[in-house]
């Protein structure tokens, strides 16, 4: 199957729309966050939702007392949480919103609402 001339065109119009290098941008993005550890702010995911695991063992085990278990160390673990998710998915979102651009250019008949009319 070949693309249809009329999609090449409107392609080639929406090219500066579609902006894959911002996806490829945000790629690395999502590789430094998740394999950097010299950066300002490194992605410390896998460390925090270790520490995370560990501090809620000891506190469904109720051995609070067996560790220095504050309320400001289990809340600064969530919050560190949250934002490295939220700088992933936010790289991963720019990533899938210039995909969906894409595939809404070259097969515009994938799209589910335009298949409905």
């Known amino acids: 199957m070949t693309i249809h001339k009329s999609i090449l065109n409107k392609l080639k119009e929406d090219y500066k729309g579609l902006d894959?290098?911002?996806?490829?941008?945000?790629?690395?993005?999502?590789?430094g966050l998740v394999l950097e550890e010299f950066r300002e702010?490194?992605?410390?995911?896998?460390?925090?939702?270790?520490?995370?695991?560990?501090?809620?063992?000891?506190?469904?085990?109720?051995q609070p007392e067996?560790?220095?278990?504050?309320?400001?160390?289990?809340?600064?673990?969530?919050?560190?949480?949250?934002?490295?998710?939220?700088?992933?998915?936010?790289?991963a979102d720019i990533i899938l919103a210039t995909i969906y651009k894409v595939k809404n250019s070259l097969f515009p008949q994938d799209d589910p609402i335009s298949s409905r009319e």
């Not at 894959?20 to 993005?29: G, S």
């Not at 702010?41 to 109720?62: A, G, N, V, W």
């Not at 278990?69 to 919050?79: A, C, F, G, P, V």
């Open 20 to 31: 894959p290098l911002k996806a490829i941008d945000a790629f690395y993005q999502l590789k």
């Open 41 to 62: 702010h490194p992605c410390q995911l896998q460390e925090s939702l270790l520490e995370l695991h560990r501090l809620l063992l000891i506190l469904i085990q109720d």
């Open 66 to 91: 067996k560790e220095d278990l504050k309320e400001d160390h289990l809340r600064k673990i969530i919050n560190l949480i949250e934002e490295d998710v939220y700088r992933i998915t936010y790289n």
